[in-house]
């Protein structure tokens, strides 16, 4: 239904029962001249291979929203999907779900309540056609689809599905920081994410650590610790000095938190190229203009820990300082090609400009497969 005008008030008297049928719908909407259009044209539940998907959509001139389910027989994914932002709502076991306004709501709760909970095709026929007696915001007419087959991983194939229809329609259903421990768990034994303060830590172990996210399973999980910067507005510097420190290999690979290209390959060299056996305490690539790169590179942890603490108790801010205390190898950006040609691994982001670059060329590697 699309309502203009006077919609809101047409809009509460339609959702809370009190319009019953369609004619007392186009009056009131006079009433109030408000303007009205219905259409049943849009699937809400549809065959995806094995698997269901049901979708219900709020459209306003500044904003649509849409809530999705993904069902296989024993398990559901659902997701709030805002603009191009998508937020994993609930997943597991499968129950009855009822979407809805509130007062269809009320119905099919009622229902189910009178069944004892026992729900099938007959029940679900029963609600359906309660509804559209007692609310014109239901259709005489609906669709019943049923699951075909059982999935041996029904979980694993629902998020396959919201992966691929995040990457068909340009959604962000991975905030950036699970892209980025994915990449990094391929090329280290362990992670360590460093927060700004506590709270902001255990905000992100609840993002990284959530395996419909990451797509990882409870064995990598267990390898991502969080922490968080000992002293507060010391940037980088004091980072690597909490981040080192929890971290427990000999050598460790930094990275900073806006890197939307790591590349497993390119890490995996630079822990070569911090060869100990050549006396080097550190790899870090360097610009052609002389500029390291002290936020995507290789320390041997116990020293630069220890030289992190030594600029802190200093007052001393800036990365590079830490840095004259190791012996460094400077690796040129040109050894790092044969690895990743376009060097997209240093691409960061700065700016919405940047965001949006980077959308773009991670759409296009999505198509190249």
């Keep these: 239904m699309t309502f203009l005008g006077s919609w809101p008030e047409l809009e509460e008297e339609l959702y809370c029962g009190r319009i019953s049928d369609d004619e007392a719908l186009l009056a009131k909407a006079m009433e109030i001249g408000a303007i009205l259009q219905v259409t049943d044209g849009r699937d809400k539940v549809w065959r995806r291979g094995d698997l269901l998907v049901g979708e219900v959509t709020e459209i306003t001139p500044q904003l649509e929203r849409r809530r999705r389910i993904y069902l296989a027989p024993g398990s559901q994914l659902q997701v709030d999907i805002t603009g ?13 779900i009822i979407y809805g306004n509130r007062f269809t709501q009320q119905i099919a709760v009622s229902i189910v309540v009178q069944a004892d909970g026992r729900v099938d095709e007959a029940l679900i026929r029963k609600i359906f056609q309660e509804a559209a007696e007692r609310t014109a915001s239901v259709s005489q007419e609906h669709v019943i ?7 041996s991983n029904p979980q694993k194939a629902l998020e396959k599905a919201l992966e691929e229809d995040c990457q068909e329609n340009g959604w962000n259903g991975r905030p950036l920081i699970c892209w980025m421990a994915k990449t990094l768990l391929s090329a280290a034994d362990e992670l360590v994410v460093v927060a700004r303060d506590q709270k902001h830590a255990k905000r992100l172990a609840e993002i990284v650590s959530d395996r419909t996210l990451l797509d990882q399973t409870h064995s990598d999980r ?10 507060s507005g010391f940037g980088p510097v004091a980072g690597l000095e909490a981040g080192l420190g929890m971290a427990r290999g000999r050598f460790a690979f930094a990275a900073a938190c806006d890197l939307p290209f790591l590349n497993g390959m390119v890490i995996q ?9 050549r006396g080097y305490e550190a790899a870090v690539p360097v610009q052609p203009n002389g500029y390291f790169e002290p936020l995507h590179s290789v320390y041997e942890r116990e020293k630069m820990q220890a030289s992190c603490q030594r600029a802190l108790e200093s007052g001393e801010r800036r990365i590079h300082v830490p840095l004259q205390e190791l012996v460094v190898n400077r690796v040129s950006k040109e050894l790092l090609l044969p690895m990743d040609p376009e060097l997209l691994s240093f691409f960061n982001l700065n700016t919405r400009e940047d965001l949006e670059k980077a959308r773009a060329l991670w759409q296009e590697k999505g198509k190249k497969g």
């Design 84 to 96: 191009k932002e998508v937020r994993i709502r609930d997943r597991g076991a499968m129950g009855c």
């Design 222 to 231: 267990v390898r991502i610790h969080f922490t968080w910067d000992r002293v």
């Design 145 to 151: 689809l049923k699951s075909e087959r059982m999935l």
């Design 269 to 277: 060299r630079l822990f070569e190229l911090a060869d100990p056996g």
